[in-house]
């Protein structure tokens, strides 16, 4: 690779991204005193930045996305060999990367038909969105088009995506937005709306029948809800509430969208989050981890049922799907998710995740034992958060700037952590964890050790 720079000192490189780049989710006067970071090496679970300084990266890529760790060479090889024989032509037509990745997906996905492929999770959601409503209009005649989602859950950065984030300050400033998204009850036992009770997981379930019987379920055509909240705080689901969930779907004609743009493709070691919870989806999307990061590429997957509507009336012009994604045929995505898929079975990384990620709670709950400040500690699979309090009795979250000096102290150390980041006038409180599926015990012992000393630091 030749980028005309001298990889020894990169302070040319670290002037023209001060003057040129604009950063995703930053404020940029800092830059005028601080120099942005640049990362230019990764290694397993390991990345280098321009300074040459070493970063445990505990959040696999900063937005939980490169999951089999940096530095492949075999994807690499083959995104360069699927590039020099057919780079890209329109998914109007197919490709052999793409056939086979799609085939050997719906192998993992048992009841599961059709792949359509796109390239961001925001795209993919979209896609399922647009499928709900022009089913809304084919069967319903427009009426059942509303699309349930849930406080605390993320779909996306575009404006309809953003129409379904039940993250309220990541919306600020960004409105109007969509009509027919209705927001259902969040799903978290640490914070239950209904006090203590043995049935948090069906009485969560049951408030999003509520809101189906209010709006009249012949208006609602689909709910979204990630298997797991990732961003808005590491929510794993209650006991009771998939299946009663599933069950509120079929008795009012419902589609399930599952969105697995996180814990997709291992990250809770199953293929899938909704795996573990017994549940049959009518859509589910797909993103990060599909390939780690080494090509852009999401998928919208759908049952037979829901792929037949698209195709049963051939004499009538509308009756298919009428969409595009320009970059949905670019043959290096389907060609990395087919390595990225290969190598998470050869290296047997679901039986690691669920090993590691054992490990991980285990730990930070050990932490929990000490700091008083950690509330609640949860996870599934290498995808773990422990939440911050004030008080442990009355549950009063940390200040965001707590949080914040907390993932400053572990970054100090030299681990890269997470954090809800402005997305709730409170809640911004819970450390984020999900480390590459290769991810060690030592790794692990590395990356709490960093947080035990950046609490005690921060909160005392
Ligand atoms: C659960 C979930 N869905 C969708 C998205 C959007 O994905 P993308 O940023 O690729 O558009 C994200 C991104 O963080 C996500 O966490």
């Known amino acids: 690779m030749n980028l005309s720079v001298n ?26 005193t601080v120099d942005p970071m640049i990362i230019v090496e990764g290694k397993g679970i390991h990345v ?33 060999d699927q590039l020099v024989k057919m780079n890209y032509f329109s998914n109007a037509a197919g490709s052999i990367p793409g056939a086979l990745f799609a085939e050997k997906l719906i192998e993992k996905m048992p009841g599961m038909s059709r792949v359509y492929f796109s390239n961001s999770g925001s795209e993919a959601n979209e896609k ?46 960004y409105g109007p937005f969509t009509p027919g998204f209705v927001e259902v009850p969040h799903c ?9 009770c043995d049935d948090y997981g069906v009485k969560a379930a049951r408030a999003i029948e509520d809101v189906i019987l209010a709006e ?15 961003g808005g705080g590491v929510i794993t689901p209650p006991e009771g509430y998939w299946e009663t969930v599933q069950e509120i779907c079929k008795k009012y004609d ?17 293929w899938f989050g909704y795996q573990h919870y017994g549940i049959q989806p009518d859509l589910v999307t797909m993103a990060k981890g599909v390939a780690s990061g080494y090509a852009a590429i999401s998928c919208t997957v759908t049952t037979e049922a829901v792929f037949e509507q698209f195709k049963a009336d051939p004499t009538d012009p509308m009756s298919y799907f009428r969409d595009i994604s ?21 290296e047997n990384l679901l039986d690691n995740v669920t090993r590691m990620g054992d490990y991980l709670v285990s730990r930070l709950n050990e932490l929990k034992e000490k700091h008083q400040a950690i509330g609640d500690v949860r996870g599934k699979g290498l995808f773990c958060g422990a939440e911050l309090v004030v008080d442990r009795e009355t549950k009063e979250p940390v200040d965001e700037s ?17 954090a809800t980041n402005r997305s709730f006038a409170k809640l911004n409180n819970t450390l984020c964890l999900s480390p590459a599926l290769i991810c060690t015990k030592d790794n692990i012992d590395e990356i709490v050790t960093a947080i035990d000393n950046a609490l005690t630091k921060v909160c005392g």
């Open 7 to 32: 990889m020894n000192d990169l302070s040319d490189v670290i002037e023209s991204d001060r003057a040129h780049v604009w950063h995703h989710l930053s404020q940029h006067k800092k830059y005028e």
């Open 48 to 80: 280098w930045d321009a300074k040459g300084n070493k970063y445990l990266d505990a959040v696999s890529g900063g937005v939980w996305t490169v999951n089999v760790g940096y530095g492949r060479e075999s994807i690499a090889n083959a995104v360069r």
């Open 128 to 173: 399922a969105y647009k499928i709900v409503r022009q089913i809304a209009h084919n069967k319903y005649d427009g009426k059942k088009h509303k699309i349930l989602y849930r406080d605390r859950d993320y779909h996306g950065t575009t404006i309809t995506a953003l129409s379904s984030c039940g993250q309220h300050q990541r919306k600020d400033q």
């Open 188 to 196: 978290s036992e640490y914070r239950s709306q209904y006090g203590p």
């Open 216 to 230: 009249g379920p012949d208006t609602v055509g689909a709910m979204v809800l990630e298997p797991v909240t990732a």
């Open 254 to 270: 419902i589609l399930l969208q599952i969105d697995e743009v996180v814990c997709g493709l291992g990250r809770t070691g199953k």
């Open 326 to 346: 320009t970059f949905g045929g670019c043959a290096a995505g389907p060609a990395a998710a087919l390595e990225n898929m290969r190598i998470i079975e050869e």
């Open 402 to 418: 707590v949080t914040q000096a907390v993932v400053a102290e572990c970054f100090a150390q030299g681990v890269i952590i997470g």
